[in-house]
């Protein structure tokens, strides 16, 4: 029967298990049927996956064939419950249910997962014609939604796992964060070879030669082969023919007109090449490359080359070498050899005060006359993306720097908050210096986290067994709360950072939107005026107040919500940072002044700190870093120095 017209196993209002409520069906397939459903418990929506009865009953007497497609079916979930990333659909729970069908009883195979709105996909965002005829929305879409899932995979692979099914369908979009979704064919080393070797899994469009020939044998480049299909098929229009889609082969842009396209091509043809030993070589390569050339066309579009003569090209090659040659000798001469670092380069140590002489981490950057890169991998693992320096006018505090404008100096800053996946992960490195009693967490002899519910019914983090876990696994991608200035610092040395200086939190926060932005949904953003501010802090009380279960939605003023919101919720502003001013307050420190060289704890943004009130910044609010708030998080940052040659 055509699985279109096959009436739904699970009727609305069925209850699997005592705890799944069927709520909706959504979708039925060759192999089983997908519902929208609630957990009872904890009353959320949830989507719940079942293996197709008729599906099995296609195998007759063969329990060999059925054992092994309800393994595959439990393979999924194992995979799945592995992997703990913002970017990658999450697995709730897997078992078997017995229900009764016109009078028989009915014995189903279930996967619970992360339930995610709205129904799109990545192939929602591509053009059936592809983005030939506009380099800019195609630069524009490779940033906004085909590198972000780049994080997502990388993370799979290093977990031994081979998704085995890349291709746009399977990659959900909540907002515009991709989630990669459907590991059914999932495998990895670690793993029995489930598929007889005649057998062929996965989407013929999008699937790697080796993996045609011997499913057993794939490994991670077999995904970077099914990526390169994707951007090819971003660029070129989708693969619908024999002609375009060329299975099982490389691929090549056709006639690619631009600077840009042409290099792009390159990457393409070197993703899809058919022999995987000259093949790109893994998903972390084939993202630098992308991004590479991706800089490349930002430098070509400076408006200051635009329309030059070879001759004026050349003129300005002149003058920028000697304000280079002059930078450096200032550099060498005056920076270098005039005065010891100030103490806006130390890092927190673990007191209320900050010692100048601490470590500190430091991007080092080589030659010295090289602009850093835009981007930093830092030690957790977390983007950290680079704030040029600039200048920044102090609000108004008590001191004798208020008002006054000051430099900030190049730096590198989270690209979002730190989440609790990221701080578990943290505090089980920790575990020899940390005690837990009556639900504070101590690294030290000092608080570093308060354990318990945050709002309501949403307690992110527990200590069970003597290890620290997420309650949930959807709070994974949310930002650590309840964690005090202490535990932020820890956290950052730990990691060779430091907590962001007030003076660079703001300047960052008050850089512009992204460029890309004009592309969005909404058009360009304008500034906000004194209305539209006043009727965010309305929304923003709104979001704390307890008892709110509106969802949050995917754009930058969110609608209240009694959790604070997931990281990558927002779009990320000129440097590709999010969420300054938008979730969460944040820890930071705040330089002294002579005599004195204490450095204060302050916290910034939110409801408790640095908002934007009369298109004015107000400063962050001093605070005993052995507090710990409903409402505040941290991320790091990192200095950069500088390498003579």
Known sequence: MDPEKRKPLLEDGTVLNGKWEILEHLATGGKGEVYRARQTNLDREVVVKTISVEYLAEFGDDREEVNTEIQRFHREALAMAHIRHPYVVQIYDQDAATIVKDGEEVTIQYVVMEYVPGARTLRDTMPYEGYKASEKDLRHWIRMYFLPMFDGLETVHALGIVHRDMKPENVLLDGSTPKITDFGIAGGPRWAQLTRSHHVEGTITYMAPEQFMDL?????????????????????????????????????????????????????????????????????????????????????????????????????????????????????????????????????????????????????????????????TGKDGAVMRLVPGGRVTLPSYVGSEAGKPVDVVPFYMDETEVTNYKYVEFLNQALPRIQVSNGTVRGDGRPWLLLGPVYGGYEPIIYRDGRFSLKDASAAAHPVVKVTGYGASAYAEFFGARLPYEREWLHAAGRGPSPLKDHQEGGPETRPGPADLKKEMEEWLGAYREGSTTRAQSSPSPEPSQVPYPVTRFDPNVDGIRGLRRNVSEWGLRLGQAPSTETQYVILAGLRGSM??????????????????????????????????
Do not use: W
């Open 216 to 376: 057993g044998e794939t490994e991670p480049r077999a995904d970077v082969y099914a990526l390169g299909k994707i951007l090819y098929e971003a660029v070129q229009g989708k693969m619908v023919d024999s002609k375009t889609a060329c299975p099982l082969k490389g691929v090549c842009l056709s006639n690619p007109a631009t600077p840009f396209l042409k290099e792009l091509d390159l990457i393409i043809q070197r993703a899809t090449a058919e022999d995987k030993e000259i093949r790109t070589p893994s998903v972390k390569a084939l993202r630098e490359a992308i991004g590479k050339v991706l800089a490349q066309a930002d430098v070509r579009e400076r408006p200051l080359l635009k329309g030059l003569h070879r001759k004026q090209l050349v003129a300005v090659a002149v003058v920028v070498l000697v304000i280079a040659a002059v930078s450096n000798l200032y550099h060498h001469f005056v920076m270098t050899h005039e005065s010891p670092a100030p103490p806006s380069e130390s890092v927190p140590g673990p007191s209320s005060t900050v010692n100048p002489q601490a470590p500190t981490h430091q991007a080092v950057v080589a030659p010295q006359d090289e602009t850093p890169p835009p981007t930093l």
């Open 612 to 645: 934007v009130q009369d298109s004015t910044l107000i400063p962050g609010i001093a605070q005993d870093p052995g507090g710990a708030f409903e409402d505040v998080g941290f991320r790091c940052a990192v200095n950069i120095t500088r390498k003579e040659k």
